[in-house]
């Protein structure tokens, strides 16, 4: 803390400067030397080292400050306001008013003070009532002219915002209605939790906005948790903000970005010389105490240029080439601290309602965010060790593999390490390469697949292929066939789903729906007997599933027999499941290949491209291009198939030989040519627009590009048409 010094003690040269510099202050520069001198004797000296707080906003004051040398940084609500220096004064409604601190000062340099404290402004109006009256009224116009300046800046930033036409609105709230203010905030209308769910967001006409909203229309308004998938997502967004927040706060040298979600966690990548388990602890303890100061979400609105040259000057130059393509000029950002990060849509209202965030160690030097309960709770998953695996990710190769690996390293190569270097490149006429490279690589790796089908020849007999939906899974199957074809095998396709059991034998799941996604609703037993008189060489008359009459035939399939150039391939949810060909062969008999898109671009520091965003538009484009359903069908039953590749697909990853990564850089761009009008399609009345409306957002970080150069044996082809394989 720093000593005061009573002014009365200083020698006359110092007496002297002192003087001077007081009176490059504009609320004493109108008084006479003797006036000055009369009010000094009021006052004392503080002395602040670089870096020490001089007031805490919140705090109680009763002093008010005169900047004599040195700098200082005042910080509002973590916004960084004005520096301070020589001539500048604050605190003065503590001294006045006695109210808390509106402000925190830190001394950025050495810094000098004069202070005048409550006791001395007492003295004064005792000592010399009419200069306490002269100083009072610099002080009250100097706050004056403050709050006209103020106001003309305010109404110079609304001014292409006209008035509020009304002051009453008419809410819908679930059944009924309720009139409230004009500007009332969303989160005033809402529940805090809807079930065990915490309410993050809010559906203003089914669109996701945050609960500070203000209302200046008539709305519907809905609940928005963390059940919901746009509730989720918002909630992970948070996460993520407060997490480089923390770790700009306590580790400024390290580059930390967030990568792929894993369901319940997402991982993290750390660039710069760190320890983890001690980078982890210390990011724990800032995390905690942002948790703990309840710190709101700020959503601010700057020119794109303004942006452009923030990103650039921090070192985010993903986000700064993003911005290059960007059709406004403003950009929307997000603040929880010292940290801006560019808008990913609506956040949480503040910091405090993420106590479940925390920091794990990872794989590698990575960390991991995990969500905690709020989200691990919505998602579905396997009971014991299994779970496990999947929400760690730890056996399972499907974001670590050799072919990952391999993608990200020719991407890097090329400079395509995020979405805005993606769009430079098509600009600047280099699409057609990206695409040569992109297909030649899908190529190369499958072929390199069918030469390890084929080291294992004649033992193997049986390859199984599961992935999730949209991943590919038809068109990959082809181009193996053509492979495993040049290396001399025959492949012969049985297809899981002509094993479904009757429907009225189908399970069903938690809401009383069949569950068709459910293991039990494959006649198993029927194909492992199938399959191993197949095994034995023997003919077999195979099943066929009557999807129109929901019935099996048991024997209504086609004969097969498999000779010695044979290869069965199975394609189905559940080809990695070992429980599906239990005492069929051994396992040198077996191979299993799970395939979907891993490897997307990064948008900034704050998130990359959700692969199951990629995969849900993927869909969309197949479903309403190629078989007449609507985007907003597709959504509407995404998350019951997400819920059943969760339980019946990725547990299973770890029993993959080999991992294929379907995902082509380019895709997005094309893909956004079909889906943009299919998501305008959407009606805003519909449950499914809040989804779509993102979605749309998410495609216009892509220029747009005509698949012209796409080949007809692209896996892309299997969802935008034009494919040369016949399905």
Request: charged share 25%; glycine share 8%; with cysteine.
């Amino acid at each position: 803390m720093p000593s005061p010094t009573p002014l009365p003690a200083q020698p006359p040269a110092a007496q002297e400067q002192l003087l001077s510099a007081l009176s490059r202050s504009p609320l004493l520069s109108g008084l006479s030397p003797d006036e000055l001198a009369v009010f000094a004797r009021h006052l004392e000296l503080h002395s602040y080292a670089a870096g020490a707080c001089v007031m805490r906003e919140g705090e109680n004051g009763h002093a008010m400050y005169f900047v004599l040398s040195g700098e200082a940084d005042l910080v509002r609500k973590h916004l960084e306001l004005k520096p301070l220096k020589a001539g500048d004064s604050f605190g003065e409604m503590g001294l006045v008013a006695e109210r808390p601190r509106a402000a925190t000062i830190t001394a950025s340099t050495a810094l000098e003070l004069a202070v005048l404290p409550r006791a001395g402004w007492h003295a004064l109006h005792h000592d010399d009532p009419q200069l306490a009256c002269r100083f009072l009224q610099a002080l009250v116009s100097s706050l004056g002219e403050e709050l006209v300046a103020m106001t003309d800046r305010v109404g110079s930033l609304l001014s292409e915002r006209s008035l509020p036409r009304r002051t009453q609105l008419e809410i819908r709230l679930g059944d009924g209605t309720l009139a409230v203010p004009t500007g009332t905030r969303v989160r005033g209308l809402l529940p805090d939790h809807v079930g065990d769910s915490p309410v993050v967001a809010a559906l203003l006409d089914r669109k996701s906005v945050s609960l500070e909203t203000r209302l200046f229309s008539d709305h519907l308004v809905e609940p928005l948790t963390t059940r919901d998938m746009e509730g989720r997502k918002i909630y992970r967004n948070s996460a993520a903000l407060l997490l480089l927040e923390a770790a700009h706060t306590c580790a400024p040298e390290l580059n930390l970005r967030i990568g792929r979600s894993l369901g319940g966690a997402a991982v993290v990548q750390v660039a710069g010389a760190h320890e983890p388990a001690s980078l982890a602890a210390r990011v724990n303890r800032a995390i905690r105490a942002l948790v703990d100061a309840d710190v709101p979400f700020r959503h601010e609105v700057w020119t794109v240029e303004e942006a452009r040259a923030h990103f650039t000057e921090a070192g985010w130059d993903d986000a700064a080439r993003g911005l290059r393509t960007a059709r406004t000029a403003t950009a929307p950002m997000v603040s929880c601290g010292a940290l801006y990060a560019p808008s990913p849509g609506p956040l949480l209202p503040s910091t405090g309602c993420l106590r479940d965030a925390c920091v794990t160690e990872s794989e590698g030097d990575g960390l991991l965010l995990e969500f905690g309960d709020p989200i691990r709770r919505h998602l579905p998953a396997p009971e014991g060790e299994l779970a496990a695996a999947l929400d760690r990710d730890l056996p399972a190769p499907r974001t670590g593999g050799d072919m990952v690996k391999e993608h990200r390293g020719w991407l890097d190569a090329m400079k395509l390490t995020s979405v805005g270097a993606f769009n430079e490149q098509c600009i600047a006429g280099q699409l057609a390469q990206i695409i040569r490279i992109s297909e030649g690589f899908h190529e190369k790796r499958i072929g390199r697949l069918a030469d390890a089908i084929q080291r294992r020849r004649p033992e193997l007999r049986i390859i199984c292929i599961a992935g999730p939906s949209s991943s590919g899974k038809t068109t990959f199957i082809k181009r193996l066939s053509v492979q495993l074809q040049v290396n001399g095998m025959n492949p012969v396709s049985l297809s899981l789903d002509d094993y479904y059991v009757d429907r009225e034998r189908t399970v069903k799941d938690e809401k009383g729906e069949y569950d068709f996604e459910a293991f039990e609703a494959i006649d198993y037993r029927l194909l492992q007997k199938h399959l191993s008189r197949l095994m034995a060489g023997e003919t077999v008359r195979t099943a066929r599933y009557d999807f129109k009459e929901g019935r099996s035939l048991a024997e209504g399939g086609r004969e097969l027999r498999l000779g010695s150039d044979d290869v069965l391939m199975m394609e189905g949810i559940h080809g990695l499941n070992p429980r599906l060909l239990e005492g069929v062969g051994g396992e040198d008999e077996i191979f299993r290949v799970f395939i979907h898109p891993a490897t997307t671009l990064r948008l900034d520091p704050l998130a990359e491209v959700n692969t199951a965003d990629l995969r849900l538009l993927r869909r969309i484009v197949r479903d309403r291009h190629g078989r007449g359903y609507e985007a907003a069908e597709s959504i509407r039953r995404w998350p019951s198939v997400r819920r059943g590749e969760r339980l019946h697909i990725f547990p299973f990853l770890p029993n993959a030989d080999a991992v294929f990564d379907s995902a082509l850089v380019y895709e997005m761009s094309v893909l956004r040519v079909f889906a943009d009008r299919y998501l305008l399609e959407v009606p805003q009345g519909h449950p499914s627009f809040a989804t779509a409306y993102r979605l749309r957002n998410l495609l216009d970080r892509f220029v747009p590009l005509y698949p012209d150069h796409v080949p007809p044996t692209s896996i892309l082809r299997e969802f935008i048409g034009g494919s040369g394989f016949e399905y």
